[in-house]
T-cell receptor
Framework: AQSVTQPDIHITVSEGASLELRCNYS??????LFWYVQSPGQGLQLLLK??????LVQGIKGFEAEFKRSQSSFNLRKPSVHWSDAAEYFC?????????????FGSGTQLTVLP | GAGVSQSPSNKVTEKGKDVELRCDPI?????LYWYRQSLGQGLEFLIY????????KSGLPSDRFSAERTGGSVSTLTIQRTQQEDSAVYLC??????????????FGSGTRLTVV
C-alpha cells in the first residue's frame, strides 16, 4: 500500500527548543514529498518540498527536512521553535493516480509551543 | 487571482438540505482538487479536475457529492441531502499542471461546513 504515516499525533515543546516531526512513507518509486503547515482557521501553507537531488531541503520559516531513502523518512526539523510555530503540520506524498500525481496526506501532528 | 479563494468561509446548514461550496483557483492553474478535513482526521481526497479531461471522482464518499468546474476555472462542490457526518472543512487546491515543481499545491482557506 502507498501511504504516509505521521507517528506523533501531538508534540509539545518549549519555545527556543529544537523540533523534529516525523514522517514515514510507503512508496515504491522515488517519492515527491512535502510538508505543509495549517494554522487555526487557515488553509495549508507549503513549507518545503523534495523531488530529487540534495536530500536536505530548506523551507520557509526556518524549517528544513531530510529525505532518507533507507529509512523511508522525511522528517521536519527546526533548531529553535517560536511561539508562532504552534500549528498542525502535515506530511504529504504526491502519488501517481491515473495520469497525474495527487497528494496523499498524513494524519497530521499538532504542535504546541510552551512559553 | 493571487490565491485560491473559497466561499463561503463558514456554512451552517440543516440536515437534509443541499449546499454548494465554491472554489476560485489561481488564474492559469489547470489542475484543481477538493479535499475534506474532518475533525481529528487528515485530509481526504475527494475529486480532481485537470483541464478538459474527465474528472477523477474516485474520492467522492457517496452519490450525494458532486462537483463541476465551469470553463476550466471556478469549481463548485455540491452536497445533497446533507448529513451530520458531512460536517468538515472542505479545502480546495490548485496547481499549474505539467511541471514537477508545481506539485506543491496552493490551498484555499477552506469552507467550514456544519450540519445541524
Amino acid at each position: 500500500a502507498q501511504s504516509v504515516t505521521q507517528p506523533d499525533i501531538h508534540i509539545t515543546v518549549s519555545e527556543g527548543a529544537s523540533l523534529e516531526l516525523r514522517c514515514n512513507y510507503s512508496y515504491g518509486a522515488t517519492p515527491y514529498l512535502f510538508w505543509y503547515v495549517q494554522s487555526p482557521g487557515q488553509g495549508l501553507q507549503l513549507l518545503l518540498k523534495y523531488f530529487s537531488g540534495d536530500t536536505l531541503v530548506q523551507g520557509i520559516k526556518g524549517f528544513e527536512a531530510e529525505f532518507k531513502r533507507s529509512q523511508s523518512s522525511f522528517n521536519l526539523r527546526k533548531p529553535s521553535v517560536h511561539w508562532s510555530d504552534a500549528a498542525e503540520y502535515f506530511c504529504a506524498v504526491a502519488l501517481l493516480r491515473g495520469s497525474a500525481r495527487q497528494l496523499t496526506f498524513g494524519s497530521g501532528t499538532q504542535l504546541t509551543v510552551l512559553p | 487571482g493571487a490565491g485560491v479563494s473559497q466561499s463561503p468561509s463558514n456554512k451552517v446548514t440543516e440536515k437534509g438540505k443541499d449546499v454548494e461550496l465554491r472554489c476560485d483557483p489561481i488564474s492559469g492553474h489547470t489542475a484543481l482538487y477538493w479535499y475534506r478535513q474532518s475533525l481529528g482526521q487528515g485530509l481526504e481526497f475527494l475529486i480532481y479536475f485537470q483541464g478538459n479531461s474527465a474528472p477523477d471522482k474516485s474520492g467522492l464518499p457517496s452519490d450525494r457529492f458532486s462537483a463541476e468546474r465551469t470553463g476550466g476555472s471556478v469549481s463548485t462542490l455540491t452536497i445533497q441531502r446533507t448529513q451530520q457526518e458531512d460536517s468538515a472543512v472542505y479545502l480546495c487546491a490548485s496547481r499549474l499542471a505539467g511541471q514537477p515543481d508545481s506539485y506543491g499545491y496552493t490551498f484555499g482557506s477552506g469552507t467550514r461546513l456544519t450540519v445541524v
